[in-house]
């Protein structure tokens, strides 16, 4: 069972173009893992195609000659589209729907529906559309000047229509293009009103002096299970490609007993659509202004390396390559020697299982480590028989108690012998006791607090 249902799933032909630097086999892990995609988005593998070339045809992308075997090939199969794993260009496209008589799709539009099915929350929906229209813009056809909005001058009505108007008029074509780059900035505008949302959001998490962990990593690699496994949060799980793409923030206590917020992002892959990723920043920013990257990398993949791989660049590309990164490679439970050989490859890392638990308390204590390497230790000296501090340290409201060798400072309230003793303490420092200090409105000498002290002097 996928996790997108069809009552109709459609029969798909696979091609895979291998180019150097690639190798074969790298371009057989692709299409392995464009297969999955294509059966995330419900339909079914009937046949592949490999070819080899130095650079892509500027027509077809596989040439002539391959696109005429690869028409047989889908004639043979009964296959209703042809998936291509590398991007075709509008004009690509084009061409090779006239030779094979069948859609010719990349990559990209397949992501594009998987988001699309998948999307839940209204920002998603709105980042998922405006994606979708981007990548559909350029890829508009029209039927030349058939569809008319207004009189040419040949026509029936020409000797009717007003000056500056005859011609061939307005195309389909050209209407549906004005209606897209409408809607494409009405939700531009929508985005951009979420994300003031969403930064707020964060600017209050920030007022909260609480450090913000991100979860990235590859789709499927166990971040929303390890999400639950750390906070309870109850996000959605399947062992599928982007089963999730609604972000979750929630609170997580460190053993240190540091509160920290933990965030989901969307999964990424190889090739993932620069549309998306354009569509999908606002949500991203959290990503890149983290204080610290939890990656989580699936030990079971077949190539978790390039997986990982594959995130970096991710993240190169929002803005979030110098973020503090600590990897964890999941599913321990599922690849014990495939974990413990890349936790040895990668130093500080940790092996975890977010199904089992396995490995969490390590985990936890890593982050620990990992934010507490970030805070800067700020140590003061202040002598005894000069200067005046406050008391107690700046807390919002702070007191400041000058020594009694020195002059008081301007403004900085009257003298007095000295910070009050333990037993003549009050319960709480905001108010220092009133058999010292008098009433008295000033500033304090060092935090440049605004006060008012009321005294029993």
């Known amino acids: ?22 190798t074969v086999e790298e371009t057989e892990a692709h299409l392995d893992e464009l297969a999955l995609l294509i059966d995330t988005a419900g339909a079914d593998v009937v046949a592949r195609v490999l070819q080899r070339r130095h650079a892509p045809d500027p027509a077809t992308f596989v040439g002539k000659g391959k696109a005429a075997e690869l028409a047989d090939v889908s004639l043979d199969a ?3 589209t042809v998936v291509f794993d590398d991007e075709l260009s509008p004009a690509q496209s084009r061409n090779l729907e006239k030779l094979l008589g069948r859609t010719a799709i990349d990559r990209t539009a ?9 999307a839940r929350s209204a920002e998603g929906k709105a980042q998922v ?26 026509g029936a009505g020409g000797a009717r229509a007003p000056i500056g108007s005859r011609g061939p008029g307005e195309t389909q074509l050209e209407v549906d293009r004005r209606r897209l780059l409408r809607r494409i900035t009405t939700l531009e505008a929508e985005l951009e009103r979420l994300s003031k949302t969403r930064r707020t959001q964060r600017k209050a998490r920030t007022q909260g002096r609480n450090r913000t962990v991100s979860i990235v990593g590859y789709t499927n690699a166990g971040k929303s299970t390890l999400l639950n496994r750390l906070t309870d949060a109850g996000v959605l799980v399947e062992d599928r490609l ?51 990257l939890l990656h989580v990398v699936d030990a079971a993949a077949p190539d978790p390396e390039g997986q990982r791989a594959a995130v970096r ?54 982050v620990g480590d990992r934010l507490r390497a970030l ?11 000069t200067g005046a501090t406050c008391w107690p340290p700046c807390t919002g409201r702070a007191r400041c108690w000058p020594r009694p060798t020195r002059p008081t400072p301007p403004g900085c309230g009257p003298a007095s012998t000295g910070p009050p003793s333990a037993a ?16 008295h409105t000033g500033t304090c000498c060092r935090c440049g607090t605004q006060e008012r002290w009321e005294g029993g002097g």
């Open 424 to 439: 003549s303490a009050p319960s709480s420092w905001h108010d220092p006791p009133t058999a010292v200090l008098a009433s």
């Open 375 to 385: 805070e800067e230790v700020v140590e003061l000296v202040v002598p005894s028989t």
């Open 110 to 118: 397949v992501i594009l529906d998987i988001f699309a099915q998948n």
């Open 78 to 80: 009964d296959a209703d």
């Open 242 to 292: 982007f089963a999730t793409l609604d972000p979750r923030a929630r609170r997580l206590d460190l053993p240190g007993g540091e509160a920290v917020v933990v965030s989901d992002t969307v999964g990424f892959v190889r090739k993932l659509p620069h549309q998306l990723v354009e569509a999908f920043r606002s949500t991203l920013e959290v990503v890149a202004e983290s204080d610290l």
């Open 129 to 154: 559309e405006l994606a979708q229209l981007r990548y559909r813009l350029p890829r508009l056809r029209g039927k030349g000047t058939q569809l008319s909005r207004q009189a040419g001058a040949m």
């Open 313 to 366: 660049a991710v993240l190169d590309q929002i803005g979030a390559g110098e973020v503090l990164e600590l990897l964890a490679f999941n599913k321990v439970d599922v690849a014990p020697a495939e974990a413990e050989s890349l936790v040895g490859a990668h130093p500080g890392s940790v092996a975890v299982s977010a199904l089992t638990g396995e490995g969490i308390e390590d985990l936890l204590h890593a």
């Open 1 to 22: 069972m996928t996790l997108i249902e069809r009552t109709f799933r459609e029969r798909i032909v696979l091609v895979g173009v291998t180019m150097a630097p690639s």
